[in-house]
T-cell receptor, first 116, second 115 residues
Framework: GAVVSQHPSRVICKSGTSVKIECRSLDFQATTMFWYRQFPKQSLMLMATSNEGSKATYEQGVEKDKFLINHASLTLSTLTVTSAHPEDSSFYIC????????????FGPGTRLLVL | AQTVTQSQPEMSVQEAETVTLSCTYDTSESDYYLFWYKQPPSRQMILVIRQEAYKQQNATENRFSVNFQKAAKSFSLKISDSQLGDAAMYFCAYGGGTSYGKLTFGQGTILTVHP
């Protein structure tokens, strides 16, 4: 398999602040990573595709100015939730696949965000 | 657009018994992949098994096997000799041939294993 890490695993912040979540591929390079959001006992909803060296592609209904994505290197993508509000509280998960084998995605352990 | 449907919100099985989780999908693509992921209480998504659409042979990984019916667009997961550690939420996922890595997930099935 392949290992994907996320940091932090849990974050609590005040309403109006920004929070950055990191997603790293530890033992492989990933030109593309994906960010998902998951509510309790529900499925994963794709938010955006993170592309190394270019702009992210957002799914319909996802505010790109709210959820900033930066994929600055082949092993790191970051998701910044700007001016977070309580409704942004959720579980955020990233995934990545090996170059030329991206059909199989490996997931990070997720980040639980709570906005007070 | 592709859709994935898991019609069983919850399933239960006795330890050591066999259980089958259902999944159907809809697509107009000819080249695609199908996956089963497991999400235990830790919420870490774990790949259980994958199937390439072009392969007629059903994938198998130890106690896990699939029944892939391409014409019917059905992709069920069979867990044999169920263990307590199999208790989790199971997601069926579709990955299209034109956008590798971008997955569409079903609603999930919560599997309970009784000792």
């Amino acid at each position: 398999g392949a290992v994907v890490s996320q940091h932090p695993s849990r974050v609590i912040c005040k309403s109006g602040t920004s929070v950055k979540i990191e997603c790293r591929s530890l033992d492989f390079q990933a030109t593309t990573m994906f960010w998902y959001r998951q509510f309790p006992k529900q499925s994963l909803m794709l938010m955006a595709t993170s592309n190394e060296g270019s702009k992210a592609t957002y799914e319909q209904g996802v505010e790109k100015d709210k959820f900033l994505i930066n994929h600055a290197s082949l092993t790191l993508s970051t998701l910044t939730v700007t001016s977070a509000h309580p409704e942004d509280s959720s579980f955020y998960i990233c995934s990545a696949g090996r170059e030329n084998y991206q059909e199989t995605q490996y997931f990070g352990p997720g980040t639980r965000l709570l906005v007070l | 657009a592709q859709t994935v449907t898991q019609s069983q919100p919850e399933m239960s099985v006795q330890e050591a018994e066999t259980v089958t989780l259902s999944c159907t999908y809809d697509t107009s693509e000819s080249d695609y992949y199908l996956f089963w992921y497991k999400q235990p209480p830790s919420r870490q998504m774990i790949l259980v098994i994958r199937q390439e659409a072009y392969k007629q042979q059903n994938a198998t990984e130890n106690r896990f096997s699939v029944n892939f019916q391409k014409a019917a667009k059905s992709f069920s997961l069979k867990i044999s000799d169920s263990q307590l550690g199999d208790a989790a939420m199971y997601f069926c996922a579709y990955g299209g041939g034109t956008s590798y890595g971008k997955l569409t997930f079903g609603q999930g099935t919560i599997l309970t294993v009784h000792p």
